[in-house]
């Protein structure tokens, strides 16, 4: 049974940091896609950021490139999402999702495992 447990949100000023911690147990996880998602209040789930845990290789959303960072470290099955330059648009409920599928995937429907969530406020 996979499980992912997310953890590392709260409430930080606008300009500030956060390290977003998504712990992944169950399987192995190489050949996985892992991803970041973000859901606002009345708004739609929407991609945040994604990494292949064999690769490496990541892709953003364009309103998180060059503030928001995605890493995995393989010893602690953990994938990480640094977010600097906080905006109060940032503010949501942030996911870790994975599935077993290849490429990058950025739509939710796409990903079959997910954690239950973390709250990020960014106050102005």
């Known amino acids: 049974q996979v499980q992912l447990v997310e953890s590392g949100g709260g409430l930080v000023q606008a300009g500030g940091s956060l390290r977003l911690s998504c712990a992944a147990s169950?399987?192995?996880?190489?050949?996985?896609?892992m991803g970041w998602f973000r859901q606002a209040p009345g708004k739609e789930r929407e991609f945040v950021a994604t990494?292949?845990?064999?690769?490496?290789?990541?892709f953003y959303a364009d309103s998180v490139k060059g503030r928001f960072t995605i890493s995995r470290d393989n010893a602690k099955n953990t994938v990480y999402l640094q977010m600097n330059s906080l905006k109060p648009e940032d503010t949501a409920v942030y996911y870790c999702?994975?599935?077993?599928?290849?490429?990058?995937?950025?739509?939710?429907?796409?990903?079959?495992?997910w954690g239950q969530g973390t709250q990020v406020t960014v106050s102005s």
């Open positions: 999702a994975a599935d077993p599928g290849m490429g990058l995937r950025t739509s939710p429907q796409r990903y079959a495992y």
């Open positions: 169950g399987r192995t996880f190489s050949g996985y896609a």
């Open positions: 990494i292949r845990w064999n690769s490496g290789s990541t």
